[in-house]
């Protein structure tokens, strides 16, 4: 059998194969045998594309990863027109299915959509091809995902998030889930009361920085309810990401305690942090224990072997003592000391035990971390025993200013999206090279790629590119990339949608500055007269390429996935426009023009953004009706389902009590649009029309006191919102083309005051 052997291509990096190998990871791997690793990936095959999955022969097969352990695939063509995908795991099983399905049917598997039109009989293998990964690991999630994204799923979203890992070759997840359930038994076992827990924890959309030790009692408390349906979900988690061969990252003891543990344990040695973001000392200000302090052992050891009991363990731990928080002294030997004292207690309980440290805090805080810093607390921890996130590798790259974190292992991480905003971004570029420069660096110690965002269901072509960048020793030809990532997506070749990708590839996709990665569109902003409309790309293209899909529209109106895109194009466009409206409104202000005011003004709020939203309910993306249903979804009791409401509708705008961190996580959904954002800017605009009526000039702060209960009223205005979408979007997305395209309308007979 003549095997084409793509790894091969290596060789034109003239470098080594791999990035380096350290023998104390070796025990990573797969803690299930290969006969249950392959039927996981065959009833993964079912679930994709049901009676299909009998065409293909699935085999999973360690002993192909080779001396470096690095995952592997090969696809051949056999016997009754079968394909045979041979996989060294479950995860390159499923990512051989899924690259053939991808470059031999043109399928296509996202957030927001599959094409799924398997060809009859399967496309012929002309030769088996075996493809290796350059590195050893493929990591998936932010902590804050859990929070932004997961925090309302069931089981059957998880199974399809995990089923979707494995396509995509990710081979370790994060795996915070139910871990509360765990905290308050070793809380109780402590001394602690129920009531004391209860006001500790945080409510469950702010759970993720709950667990960073940021707030604590916010959104909160949590129901028995919550603790067992967490506990369960997690249960068939781990063991379904076992099943498929992953390697699961659990949680680990960072310090952080509730304040009332001091009643129990008076002398123990604790720092109290300031306050986290806008929050003061009611929600915020947490106790860390200090990694030195005996009972620190003995909490970190308790919640492991508690932890290993209930969910097992694959020996990789994230603990993150000082993200966001500044350590209270810079001594190195002092960092030194914490670090060995936190890796002291992964190890008590698990000798095999690898600390898994999100590189954040270097990024957040450079003041602080300096060379000697970084150095002291990764040397606290023997080489080899800390695996370090490079977060935020496609914006700010650690490794290259810590000589590859002074020898211990990393990750390369792209971030991309802060607060699960939506809004179209990338930075193409550095993410089809950023990988390959971190490998070829001076003694890199680059073990693995990685996703690290807050917030998913947004922009799938740049998750898709950076998994395949995960597989690939070289970077891709864009330019033909994203044509054919056109062509899966909608299930043809469309001229002028692949011309509209690339026109977003080279646009919203190719941003180079650093930090914009946030959206600051003045439309999910609380408006004021000095709002940044900065955008990273030339609106032209993004214009040209909503006008291509707009004329690809008639041709590709059943494809789900296009109705999708021709929204967020759409979205993006309109946001835009918002833009150039305020721009003009500001403008009219400053020229005490009253009438161009009004009519600005009055087109955005009474046409412009009635009609996103109506764009924005036509699709169940892009749905507030459907994140409130999942939340009320898990609630057991009235009271438990109006707790759950609140979180999920304060999350997304006011963050906190107050607007600590507003609109942080702001998202274009259909009912938000119209109920918060817009009034929001009405409110706005009548201050400003106000002014120049009575002669006083706008004052901010004014308008920020009584815009704060038109935000709060949103919150507890009791409303229902739709959560299956209505109205057809082709129809709607035409209308907002004409009347708005190029940039507005000739004339206003689309304007109905209301
Ligand atoms: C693989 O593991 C399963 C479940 O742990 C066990 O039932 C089976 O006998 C094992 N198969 C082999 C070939 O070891
Ligand atoms: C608390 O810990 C700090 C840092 O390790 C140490 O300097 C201090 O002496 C400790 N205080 C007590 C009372 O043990
Ligand atoms: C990339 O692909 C495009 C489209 O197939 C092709 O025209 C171009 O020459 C390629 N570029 C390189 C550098 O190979
Ligand atoms: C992105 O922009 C840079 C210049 O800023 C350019 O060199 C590069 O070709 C662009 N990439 C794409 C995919 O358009
Ligand atoms: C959509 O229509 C095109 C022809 O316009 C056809 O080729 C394609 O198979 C259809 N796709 C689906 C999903 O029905
Ligand atoms: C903190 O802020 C809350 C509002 O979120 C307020 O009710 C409380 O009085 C404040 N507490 C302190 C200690 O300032
Ligand atoms: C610590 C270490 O491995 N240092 C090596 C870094 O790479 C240079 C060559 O580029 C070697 O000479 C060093 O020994």
């Known amino acids: 059998m003549k095997v084409v052997v793509l790894s091969l291509l290596l060789c034109s990096l003239g470098g080594s194969v791999s990035g380096k190998v350290f023998q104390t990871l070796s025990h990573l791997k797969p803690q299930y045998n290969d006969t249950v690793q392959t039927s996981a990936v065959q009833d993964l095959l079912r679930r994709l594309i049901g009676d299909r999955a009998g065409d293909f022969v699935v085999t999973v097969d ?52 599959v094409q799924l039109r398997v060809p009859l009989p399967l496309p012929v293998v002309p030769s088996p091809v075996t ?70 924890f945080t409510g469950p959309a702010f ?259 950076m998994n395949e960048i995960g597989w690939r020793s070289k970077p891709l030809n864009l330019t033909k990339w994203i044509s054919d990532y056109s062509d899966r997506r909608y299930g043809q070749k469309h001229p002028n949608a692949q011309a509209a990708w690339q026109l977003l590839l080279g646009s919203v996709y190719n941003c180079t500055v650093d930090w914009k990665d946030h959206n600051h569109s003045p439309l999910v902003r609380r408006p004021s007269l000095n709002m940044n409309t900065d955008i990273c790309y030339n609106k032209n293209d993004l214009y040209a390429a909503w006008k291509l899909m707009h004329r690809a529209a008639p041709s590709l109106a059943n494809s789900s996935t296009f109705l999708y895109d021709l929204v967020d194009v759409t979205r993006e466009a309109v946001q835009l426009l918002v833009s150039e409206y305020y721009q003009e409104v500001r403008a009219a202000y400053w020229n005490e023009d009253l009438e161009t005011l009004m009519t600005a003004g009055g087109l955005m709020i009474f046409d412009l953004l009635p009609e996103l939203d109506g764009l924005l309910s036509s699709q169940p993306q892009f749905l507030l009706g459907r994140w409130l249903e999942s939340a009320k979804k898990m609630a057991s009791t009235k009271n438990e389902a109006i707790l759950y409401d609140m979180n999920a509708r304060n999350q997304i705008t006011l963050w906190g009590p107050t607007g600590n961190i507003l609109d942080y996580a702001n998202k274009q959904l259909g009912g938000l649009v119209l109920d918060y954002y817009r009034e929001r800017w009405s409110l706005f605009l009548w201050y400003l029309v106000e002014s120049l009526n009575v002669g006083i000039p706008f004052q901010q702060h004014m308008f920020e006191k009584s815009v704060f209960s038109v935000e709060k009223g949103f919150i507890y205005n009791g409303k229902t919102y739709i959560s299956t979408p209505t109205g057809d979007t082709i129809t709607i997305a035409r209308n907002i083309f004409i009347k708005y395209f190029p940039k507005r309308p000739k004339n206003y007979q689309n304007y109905h005051p209301r």
């Open 62 to 113: 360690r002993s192909l990863a080779g001396s470096q352990g690095l995952d592997t695939y090969r696809l051949s063509s056999v016997a009754g027109g079968k394909v045979a995908v041979v996989g060294s795991s479950g995860v390159a099983a499923a990512t051989g299915c899924y690259n053939y399905l991808k470059y031999y049917c043109g399928c296509h598997i996202s957030w927001s959509g």
């Open 131 to 200: 493809v290796t990964t350059p590195n050893r690991f493929r990591y998936y999630q932010n902590v804050c995902t859990s929070s932004y994204s997961f925090v309302w799923w069931d089981w059957s979203r998880w199974e399809k998030e995990i089923d979707w890992m494995a396509l995509n070759g990710i081979n370790m997840p994060l795996s915070f889930t139910g871990q509360e359930v765990i905290w308050q038994k070793v809380f109780l076992s402590l001394g602690l009361t129920q009531p004391e827990i209860d006001e500790f």
């Open 207 to 465: 759970l993720a920085w709950g667990r960073m030790g940021n707030i604590h009692t916010w959104g909160g408390p949590l129901s028995s309810n919550w603790m067992f349906k967490q506990y369960t979900l997690q249960l068939r988690i781990v063991e379904r990401m076992r099943s498929l061969g992953m390697i699961t990252v659990l949680p680990a003891f960072a310090g952080h305690i509730p304040s009332s543990l001091l009643r129990v344990f008076p002398k123990a040695n604790v720092t109290r942090l300031g306050g986290w973001s806008n929050f003061n000392c009611t929600y915020s200000c947490s106790f860390v224990l200090h990694p030195e302090d005996p009972l620190f052992q003995r909490i970190g050891g308790l919640f492991l072997s508690e932890l290993i009991k209930e969910f097992g363990t694959d020996h990789v731990y994230n603990a993150d003592t000082f993200n966001e928080m500044t350590p209270t002294c810079s001594d190195p030997s002092y960092l030194s000391a914490v670090s060995n004292a936190i890796f002291k207690s992964m190890v008590n309980v698990d000798p095999g035990a690898i600390w898994m440290l999100q590189g954040w805090l270097f990024v957040n805080n450079p003041s602080f971390w300096r060379p000697a810093q970084i150095k002291a607390l990764l040397h606290g921890t023997p080489i080899g025993r800390i695996i370090v996130l490079d977060l935020f590798a496609e914006t700010i790259p650690v490794y290259q200013y810590t000589e590859s974190f002074y020898g211990q292992p990393f990750i390369w991480c792209m971030l991309h999206n802060f607060g699960g905003n939506h809004g179209l971004f990338g930075k193409v570029e550095s993410v089809n090279t950023g990988p390959f420069d971190a490998l070829s660096f001076k003694n890199s110690t680059m073990i693995g790629t990685g996703l690290t965002p807050e917030g998913i269901e947004q922009n799938d072509m740049i998750y898709e590119l």
